[in-house]
Every structure is written in C-alpha cells, then in structure tokens.
C-alpha cells in the first residue's frame, strides 16, 4: 500500500513535541511492515535540513488570494529516516527557524497544504491513502473534495489523526480568499462556530478520524476547546489507536544520548551512573529520589501548578526529593521555575530551553517522572520513562489511562486525579516510600522495562484502518 503522511512536524528533521516523534516513527515503522511510505513536511530551517542532501522533485508557482509565490518540493536523496521524506520549500514562508509561533502560521499551513495539493495532482498514480496530522494538514479532505481545481484527487481517502484538539486553527471569514476556489454550497463544511476552523473540516470531510488514544476519544466527547458537538456527531467514523514509541531510538542499552547504557539486568548500576552524571550536572544530591518534568510549559501540562507544588513538597518533606524540570513555555511559569533555583539549590533545578540530548539523561538518570497533564491526548514521556525504568506519575487523563496503571492496581506506576498541589504532592510521597524499599524499587523497574509500547504492536491497527478504504 502506498501511503502518504502530511504533517507539520517529524523527527529529526523538526520536532516541538510528540508529533515529531510519531510522525518519525510511525512512517518508519509502517514501512518495515512492507508499505511504500512517504512523508511531506514544510522545509524549516533546521540543522537536519542543512545537512542531509536534497533533489528537486517538482517546482510550481501557486497564490493565496493576490500573494503569488513559488515553491519547490525537495526530496531526501539517501532514505536516511527509512522512508521517503519531502519538503515543501517556500522561501519567506516556511523556510524559518521555528515550527510555528508566528503571527502568520495559519497562512504559512495553508500555503503548505495547497503545494502538496498541487504536488499530488500531477503524480502519475494516486496513493492509496493521504494520512493528515493535526489541523496543520485538516483542510487537505475539503480542498480534494470540493475545491474545483483539484477534482482528480476526490477519491483519495483521507485520514485524519488528531494529535491535540486545543489547537484547530482558527480563520476569520476574510481569510477565505486564501483558499482554492471552492463550490460555495459546501461552505458549512469549513466551518465551526462562525469561523473557518481546519481541524472541524478535517473531522467534517476526512474518511476517518483517529485520536492517539482511546481514552482521549472519549474525553473529546465532553471537552474538546469548543468541538464537543462535532464529535459526538461525527462519533461513528472516528477511533482512537493508542500511540507506540520507537523502541529502536528510546533503548537504554543502545542510546547515544546517555552516560551509560544498560538493559533490565544492568538497570540498577547503569540508572545509578545516569543520576551521578546528572546531579553532578545540576548540583543535586544523589541519595535523594530525582523527580524529573519534561515538557512545554503550558496549562495543558498543568505547568502553571508545578512551582506550587515543587516548593510545598520540598518545605515539607524537608528536601527530602530532588526535582530537575526540563522544558519553556509561559514566560510567567519559566520566571517561577528559575525562582526556586535559589531558594533550594540543593534540591531543585530548572534547565529552561529545548534539550533533546538532556532528556534522554534525564529519562535514564531519574527515579520518577511527573505528568500531572490536565489534557494529555496520549503522552509519549511516560512511555519513555518505563521503558528507562524510571516510574511515571500522572493524573488520570487521556493517553495517560490507557498508558499507566496504579501500583495500588498490581500495575507500576502512581495515579492520580487531580492537577492539584495536593494529589501532587501524595503521589510524591507514595513514590518516595517506594524509593525507600531498593527490593520493591527495583521490582517495579524490572516491571516497567519489560512493557512492551513499540509502534510494532500497534501500526497494524492503522493498516487495518487504511485498508477499509481501499478499493
Ligand atoms: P506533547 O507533544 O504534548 O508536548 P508528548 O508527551 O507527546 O507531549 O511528547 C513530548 C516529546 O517532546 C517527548 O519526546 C519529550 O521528551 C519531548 N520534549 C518536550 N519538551 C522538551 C524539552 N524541553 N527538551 C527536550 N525534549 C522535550
Ligand atoms: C500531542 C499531544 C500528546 C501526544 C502527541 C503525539 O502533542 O499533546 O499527548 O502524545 O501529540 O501524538
């Protein structure tokens, strides 16, 4: 089957979040299950696209509204990611150094979705299936099916994975002019609530609609940033498939990122170097229990309650834990972290930035990992930090249920229900009661290094999915 993702993010060439990392393992991972698989992505500025070798595949010249551009389609001369990976270019546009946070990101993915428009419709053959990710590829089924210039591609099927519903795109009325001409009477299937909004036309005209989670699904019922209607309506023609990892590039015995590689049998000594490296780095005490956070500081994340709750824990325990907290976001949120810097250097440290390298140590070198993530459509940290033997607690929300079960549930992790200081807070002190048993510690961690999350059990549920729409 010949597939083709479309998707704003793909590690390593870009990377914000998770995206990045399922859109660089699923295509891998669907090709090693014998599928023709491609990729196309915006060409950003990244250090991954300077140093890899590109060929022309196609040049055009296109417009939004009265801004006409060029653009080229580059493709990845060597099959370094394992499958076939194009860029659209569009110099000024997308050619930046960061995915988005720009006041023109709405227009630089619709530039992007209406180049792979044209790119596919002069393809000799069809694929079998286009695979959008997220509102940045959500218009991509309404512009096959109904925008007059691209009528050849109306029998593609199209599916849609969403990877976070917080982020749809929004368009005000004005901004039509910048899609391709389209039949007027299918304008409803553009809109929700008063506005243009590519992640509900996406849930509106994709074949089917994935959630990276079961759980998620069902949540998007009742909270969804303003969708809940659309997929309750629509509740027929999506699913969740809950998201794997790529266990060749998270594998503790193998990974270049870390101090010291182990494996289950070696988990003990290797996680113990692991944390030397790091406290050492950040001036924390070894014999401590290292809680680590990774992740955007944003309210989704619950980021907003951690400098609360990290100062409450460390007050009352008596600095009886590390924390290590890896992550940006909310310039006010950052300000906090850096504050407590000071007040128990000791026992806290904040690395404000993006680090890839950093939290691979971090997932290898903590004891836990802090996910108190108010949504959370799937997770891929907690699957990083099992897999590293290093116990994730979280609140019970999305990909988090489908991902984690309580100790309390002859599992091998800690749950929780609250994004609040107190839920925190008990769950810290659960896990530093396990901390102080190193039998039952290192029970769990044999428990967590066994689970098997690998895209290989899972790319098949995607197939089977694709598969219903080919004829
Ligand atoms: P989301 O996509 O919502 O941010 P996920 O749990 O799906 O959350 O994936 C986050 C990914 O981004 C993981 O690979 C995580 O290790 C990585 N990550 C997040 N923040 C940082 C950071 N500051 N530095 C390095 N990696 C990060
Ligand atoms: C999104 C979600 C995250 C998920 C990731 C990959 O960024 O916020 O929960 O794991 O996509 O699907």
């Known amino acids: 089957m010949e597939i083709l993702h479309v998707t704003a993010e793909c590690y390593p060439v870009a990377k914000a979040g998770g995206l990045g990392d399922v859109a660089g393992a699923l295509p891998k991972y669907e ?52 499958f076939t990976l194009y860029l659209v270019e569009i110099h000024g546009l997308l050619d930046r150094p960061k995915i988005y946070g720009y006041d023109d ?33 959500g218009l991509l089924p309404f512009i096959f099916k109904y925008c007059y210039d691209y009528n050849s591609l109306s029998d593609i099927p199209t599916i849609l994975t969403i990877h976070n519903a917080e982020y749809q795109g929004w ?62 309506y629509e509740k027929g023609k999506c699913t969740g498939i809950l998201n794997g990892i790529d266990t060749e590039l998270w594998n503790p015995k193998t990974d270049t990122y870390i101090e010291a590689n182990y494996d289950i049998a070696g988990a ?25 956070f990774i ?13 609360d709750a990290v100062k409450t824990i460390l007050w009352e325990t008596q600095q009886a834990a590390n924390f290590l907290v890896l992550g940006s976001g909310d310039p006010f949120v950052e300000d906090r972290l850096e504050e407590i810097k000071y007040i128990y250097p000791e026992s806290y440290n904040f690395y404000k930035g ?70 925190i807070k008990h769950a810290v002190n659960r896990a530093i ?9 290192y029970a769990y961690r044999k428990k967590m290094m066994q689970i098997d999350n690998s895209w290989d059990n899972t790319v098949e549920k995607y197939i089977d999915l694709y598969q219903q729409f080919i004829s």
């Open 171 to 232: 368009l005000d009325w004005n901004k039509s002019v910048w899609l391709p001409r389209y039949d007027l009477w299918k304008t409803g299937l553009l809109e929700w609530n008063n506005v243009i909004n590519p992640l509900a036309s996406g849930i509106k005209n994709a074949w089917a609609v994935t959630t990276v989670s079961p759980s998620y699904m069902r949540e998007l019922r009742h909270n969804s940033n303003g969708l809940e209607d659309l997929f309750e």
């Open 105 to 137: 990101d709405a227009q630089r993915f619709i530039a992007f979705q209406i180049c792979v428009a044209n790119w596919l419709r002069q393809w000799h053959h069809k694929p079998g299936i286009v695979h959008c990710h997220d509102y940045h590829a």
């Open 268 to 292: 003990a000594k290797g996680k113990q170097a692991n944390k030397e490296v790091l406290c050492n780095e950040f001036g924390l005490n070894i014999e401590k229990p290292l809680f680590i």
């Open 295 to 307: 992740g955007r500081l944003v309210g989704e994340k619950a980021a907003d309650v951690l400098p």
């Open 433 to 441: 009661g396990i901390y102080q048993s190193k039998k039952m510690l």
């Open 354 to 423: 993006y680090n890839e390298r950093l939290s691979h140590q971090m997932y290898a070198g903590a004891d836990f990992l802090l996910m108190p993530s108010r949504v959370e459509p799937c997770g891929l940290n907690q699957m990083y930090s099992l897999r590293y033997g290093t116990m994730p607690l979280v609140r019970r929300t999305g990909g988090l249920i489908d991902t984690v079960i309580d100790i309390g549930d002859a599992g091998y992790g800690i749950c929780f229900n609250h994004a609040n200081i107190e839920d």
């Open 31 to 82: 090709q090693h299950h014998g599928h023709n698989v491609k990729l196309i992505m915006p060409y950003y500025s990244t250090k991954f696209v300077h140093e890899s070798e590109w060929e022309t595949d196609y040049t055009g010249r296109t417009n939004l509204g009265d801004y006409f551009f060029s653009y080229k389609i580059l493709k990845e001369k060597t099959n370094k990611l394992g």
